[in-house]
């Protein structure tokens, strides 16, 4: 017969409303709201992406994130594929891209984990630019140990 408890495995120990386990690691988020940018490996390009999340008892409640041309002062949007006018793989690709911008978002606030979101294909470009501006936010709203 085999017993299983749902016990901490720290003695003494428990969990707050406020914490979450990410990737078996106990992570805790100060409630506030957080930025981050980020141009993941990118740097060779002008674009920047910009994630602004909010959190609300330890957990993600909003993200807004938008990617903006640093050249051209311009966001990136549904739009943007004016600049390639004439090259359809670019304009394909700026599609599947926007795509991303507005999804990506959407996917955090359902699972509440970054590191559980994947990419979507043909939008891997936002999706790591998305990825790397969370991940800067989130470092910034992570409680540290006192």
């Known amino acids: 017969m ?33 930025t981050g ?3 993941d490996n990118y740097s060779d ?3 920047w992406g910009k994630a602004r999340i909010t959190i609300k008892k330890g957990l993600i409640a909003k993200v807004n994130f938008m990617i903006r041309d640093s050249n051209l002062h311009e966001t990136f949007n549904s ?18 891209d926007w795509k991303g911008v507005r999804t990506y978002p959407k996917k ?11 990419a979507t294909s043909g939008a891997t470009w936002s999706y790591n630019i998305f990825r790397a ?14």
Not at 85 to 93: H, L, R, S
């Open 37 to 39: 940018q980020s141009q």
């Open 45 to 47: 390009e002008p674009y």
């Open 79 to 96: 739009k943007y594929k004016k600049h390639f006018e004439g090259n359809e793989e670019y304009i394909n690709q700026c599609k599947n």
């Open 108 to 118: 955090l606030l359902q699972i509440k984990n970054i590191n559980k979101i994947d």
């Open 2 to 34: 085999m017993f299983i408890s749902s016990t901490s495995f720290y003695p003494g120990q428990h969990r707050n409303s406020d914490e979450i386990i990410v990737q078996d690691t106990l992570v805790k988020y100060r409630d506030g709201i957080y």
């Open 133 to 146: 501006s969370v991940t800067e936010a989130l470092k910034k709203a992570e409680k540290h140990p006192e």
